[in-house]
């Protein structure tokens, strides 16, 4: 900036004031700069924001879970974040931060609500809450009862299904494992819950079967293997000096595992789950209510009057009386024979009643150590004054879920001819079943099924049974209600009541 210092012409005044407009007009635009400077560089920062939400946690007491804070905070001006937790109750959870790493601890069952705070360097802060559950911690498997040791020759086997001897608290699947102590004298196989053990040399050896709950938590069992004239040391947990017994419902098996491997175990599996019918569930031997067939070797005799007969109330034949007496037995793994005898009721020409054989087998098409398929045939015939035959096939599945459950579906075709005051009569009909059976501990079950006999107009059926099961005996008791009733409109109970011998 220049300043005229010519003398003025009219007054004597010094060159400095003649100066000043320019100066003060410099000084101010230098003001007005650093001001807008200052105003910039005094701009108030920002609080930092919350991003999302902190997801509910829920843990087990005693358990602990970890989440990094950065993910749900941000900060507009970029500055470091310091963060920071409460929880509304020390005696569920506790937590604690160590940079932006959030934990928190499970103390006792029950709900708390974390409060998250993460602040700038200038005070300013965000706040976020989660709710933390803490659920009872996860116990491993318990003990039920005792597996009892067993007594094999050389080329035996039995198949145990474990299960049984073993439960979870939280009911969770186990998972079911077993090694043996010295595989010159016995060899192991596990499929499912089925542990097959297969006598291979003279000694002891012992079997340690191991159940885990999906946590890896586990508990074991010991089984003392021996020779059948050798005395069977008795496993832990058993009376000491108590004989050696087999368990039941398993039994030994001559010869040795067809198919090796888990195919062992699978084809020994159906000497330790229930078999098809033990107690019987034919009901008068039209429909098989499992896939199930008998283990080779193995056979049942039983008796009892099942009030479900699937031809009750058909068509015009009258109505079975479904009292029956049956001798099952398994040729092969796979194939099951059945012959047994009923009583017929028919109210022709003033109701008669008398006695008819049939012949029922069964074959298992397809299996694993859980699912198994099997088609069945039945024919039975009645001479007497007049000629009645009856004939049939199914088609059964059963899955077995767990140790204790296993559910079942059939369906099939029951033929009817008969003669009758010299006219000939004859009627098919579809019959429809589907089921489970819970094994309430291992000597009480519940049996439950509900049947459709002829598709557009027949009958619709409900049983319902207490099974009892004690070493080669069972029993089975409760009742059959028909919801409808193709001649007789109104519902009707009866019982179903039966006992088996295992052989």
């Given at each position: ?307 479900a007969s699937p031809v009750a ?158 070493g080669t005996i069972a029993g ?28």
């Amino acid at each position: 900036m220049k300043c005229n210092r010519k003398p003025h012409s009219a007054t004597n005044v010094p060159a400095v004031a003649r100066c000043a407009p320019q100066a003060f007009l410099a000084f101010a635009v230098v003001l007005a700069t650093g001001w807008r400077a200052t105003a910039a560089m005094a701009q108030d920062p920002r609080a930092p924001e919350a991003v999302g939400s902190i997801p509910a946690q829920t843990i087990a007491g005693g358990q602990s879970a970890s989440l990094d804070l950065t993910a749900f905070f941000a900060d507009a001006d970029g500055d470091a974040l310091v963060y920071a937790a409460t929880v509304s109750d020390i005696a569920v959870a506790t937590v604690s931060v160590s940079g932006a790493i959030l934990t928190i601890a499970g103390v006792a069952t029950g709900t708390a609500v974390v409060t998250v705070f993460a602040s700038d360097p200038g005070g300013l802060s965000a706040t976020q809450r989660a709710q933390v559950t803490v659920e009872a911690p996860n116990e491993a498997p318990g003990l039920v009862g005792t597996i009892p040791g067993q007594a094999l020759a050389p080329g035996q086997w039995i198949a145990i299904s474990v299960s049984s001897y073993f439960n979870d608290p939280e009911g969770d699947v186990l998972v079911f494992s077993a090694t043996a102590s010295n595989e010159a004298v016995a060899s192991v196989a596990v499929a499912g819950d089925v542990v097959t053990i297969t006598r291979v040399g003279t000694g002891t050896a012992i079997v340690t079967a191991v159940a885990r709950d999906p946590e890896g938590l586990g508990v074991q069992q010991s089984i003392t293997v021996g020779a059948i004239a050798d005395q069977v040391a008795p496993g832990p947990g058993q009376p000491g000096g108590d004989p050696p017994r087999a368990p039941q419902p398993e039994r030994p098996q001559a010869g040795p595992p067809m198919g090796g491997g888990a195919v062992v175990a699978d084809r020994g599996a159906y000497a330790a789950r229930q078999p098809d019918p033990f107690p019987p569930r034919l009901l008068a031997g039209f429909v098989a209510s499992t896939g199930y067939t008998l283990a080779s070797g193995r056979g049942n005799a039983s008796a009892g009057y099942m009030g479900a007969s699937p031809v009750a109330h058909v068509g015009e034949f009258g109505d079975v009386v479904p009292s029956v007496g049956e001798v099952s037995y398994g040729v092969t793994d796979d194939l099951t024979v059945a012959a047994g005898s009923g009583f017929l009721y028919y109210n022709v020409d003033g109701g008669s009643s008398d006695v008819f054989p049939y012949f029922a087998p069964k074959f298992r098409v397809w299996n694993n150590a859980q699912i198994s398929v099997a088609v069945g045939g039945y024919a039975a015939s009645l001479i007497a004054e007049e000629t009645l035959n009856y004939y049939g096939a199914s088609v059964a599945g059963s899955v077995q879920l767990n140790g204790n459950l296993t559910l079942h579906a059939s369906g099939g075709m029951v033929g009817i001819s008969a003669m009758v005051l010299g006219e000939t009569h004859s009627d098919q009909f579809g019959i429809l079943a589907a089921g489970g059976d819970f094994r309430v501990t291992p000597r009480l079950g519940l049996a439950g099924e509900f049947r459709r006999v002829g598709m557009a107009d027949g009958t619709s059926i409900v049983t319902g049974a207490l099974r009892f099961f004690q070493g080669t005996i069972a029993g089975e008791a409760g009742a059959a209600y028909y919801l409808v009733r193709t001649n007789e409109p109104r519902a009707e109970v009866r019982p179903v009541v039966s006992v088996a011998y295992r052989f």
